[in-house]
């Protein structure tokens, strides 16, 4: 296979393999760039860093500098609390968990009310998923499959069937967590640091009163 040719912002070219990825650039221009580096553009679309080229690109690597990985991050670490919430909460369902301005969320359903003891209890394993250093792993579905297996996800069935393609991306974080999700995220939870829990409310789903209630962490 030809090799493909990655342009910097500079306007620098890199000739790399197949199969390489925005992370292994940022490791060949420095450490501690590929270290700071949380999420790549690649043609102007926000691309996982471990994901890799589809063809010649044009590459921009984005440290938490940049606003657009700052959402990233945050909603990465909406992730990483859903992955503390099914450790602990098994019997929990996911909503939706969005970056917002000033942090994030995510929306679960579990007939047992979270309480401030249990945020505490969450907040303590989301570290320590963080330090498993568990990378974020992308795999494709597809949509007929994805139906299949979530008949019993009742919240997930409705946002495959409104927003997926005929394949649609979905996001591991370790053993328990898998989401649908378009991405992208950080690389790997040791990413992931300063974390805060802050509150616990209510909600409907999309907001909608007829719709079941759901708890927002
Ligand atoms: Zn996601």
């Known amino acids: 296979m030809s090799s493909l040719s990655i342009t910097l912002p500079d306007g620098s070219q890199q000739s790399v393999m197949p199969g390489s990825t925005p992370l292994d650039i940022a490791k060949s221009i420095s450490p501690r760039l590929a270290d700071a580096a949380l999420v790549a553009r690649v043609n102007g679309e ?25 959402q990233v991050y945050r909603h990465s670490v909406a992730h990483l609390l859903a992955a503390a919430v ?13 970056p917002t301005d000033t942090g994030f969320y995510y929306d679960f359903q579990r007939a047992t009310k979270f309480t401030p003891e249990d945020l505490e209890k969450i907040e303590a394993r989301m570290q320590e998923i963080a330090e498993r250093k568990l990378p974020f792993e992308r795999k ?11 008949k019993e996800d009742w919240m997930k069935r409705e946002l ?17 967590f898998i989401d649908f999700c378009r991405g992208p995220h950080v690389p790997s939870s040791e990413k992931l640091k300063a974390i805060k829990l802050l509150s616990i409310a209510g909600g409907y789903w999309k907001g909608n009163e007829k719709n079941p209630h759901l708890q927002r962490i």
């Open 160 to 176: 495959i069937e409104e927003r997926a393609g005929e394949i649609f991306s979905e996001y591991t974080l370790g053993p328990h």
């Open 46 to 70: 926000l691309h996982d860093l471990t994901r890799p080229f589809e063809g010649d690109a044009k590459l921009e690597i984005l440290t938490t500098k940049n606003p657009e990985a700052l």
């Open 140 to 150: 494709m579905t597809p949509k007929a499959e994805g139906l299949e297996k979530y």
């Open 86 to 98: 099914l450790e602990l909460y098994p019997e929990t369902q996911l909503g939706i968990g969005p």
